[in-house]
């Protein structure tokens, strides 16, 4: 049971670089979300999507992208790194936005901007 | 500021004692749903609350969603050091039903 898949795990990045964080998952589903952690904090919402070809602004996506090219693949790309960025991100997808749908996550990248 | 703000960020506590969570917002849920987070892992559901005023137990937890539909607790009876974690209160608003807002997290230490 692969579920909600994302790589890299770990990675540093020169401030001015990008990177891709990969995310997919196997269960089908039409939602999924990209969220940043940062260190003993709640989870804040980068970006959504409710289907291929549907993403939508989350409360702060400013510095990412994102595409929705397939059910299963919902990629985040950052494109000029700053030290802001620094964190842990995690994918995640559910079934649909109805309230009783389990959100699942996948085990987070930790990005360290420097 | 969070849409959904827990209180209290952090709880320190003795093995056996009993405490609450708080999860409060200015916005109206259509449901909200209550994580645990440990370490190096991503958010694992425990419970979701959906009609005002419900009331869900879970072996020792205690979830309650407000009657307004705005508000959330969690309590924990006789905390054992395996309840340490990250918990984290999560849902979609009533406005937007497609955007899926976490709360600020509150972190439990429980120590033997």
């Known amino acids: 049971n692969a579920g909600v898949t994302q790589t890299p795990k770990f990675r540093i990045l020169k401030i001015g670089q990008s990177m891709t964080l990969q995310c997919t998952q196997d269960m089908n589903h039409n939602y999924m979300y990209w969220y940043r952690q940062d260190p003993g904090m709640g989870l804040k919402l980068i970006y959504y999507?409710?289907?291929?070809?549907?993403?939508d602004k989350g409360e702060v996506p400013n510095g990412y992208n994102v595409s929705r090219s397939t059910t299963e693949d919902f990629p985040l790309r950052l494109e000029l790194a700053a030290p802001s960025q620094t964190s842990v991100y995690f994918c995640a997808s559910s079934y649909s936005s109805k309230g009783n749908t389990e959100a699942f996550f996948g085990q987070g990248t930790r990005l360290t901007v420097v | 500021t969070q849409l959904l703000e827990q209180s209290p960020q952090f709880l320190s506590i003795q093995e056996g004692e009993n405490l609450t969570v708080y999860c409060n917002s200015s916005s109206v849920f259509s449901s909200l749903q209550w994580y645990r987070q440990e370490p190096g892992e991503g958010p694992v559901l425990l419970v979701t609350v959906v009609t005002g005023g419900e009331v869900k137990k879970l072996k020792r937890l205690t979830f309650q969603f407000g009657d307004a539909r705005k508000d959330s607790s969690l309590h924990i009876t006789a905390a054992q050091p395996g309840d340490t974690g990250l918990y984290l209160c999560?849902?979609?608003?009533?406005?937007?039903?497609?955007?899926?807002?976490f709360g600020s997290g509150t972190k439990l230490n429980v120590k033997p």
């Open positions: 999560a849902g979609h608003t009533l406005y937007n039903f497609n955007k899926f807002y």
């Open positions: 999507s409710v289907g291929a070809g549907i993403t």
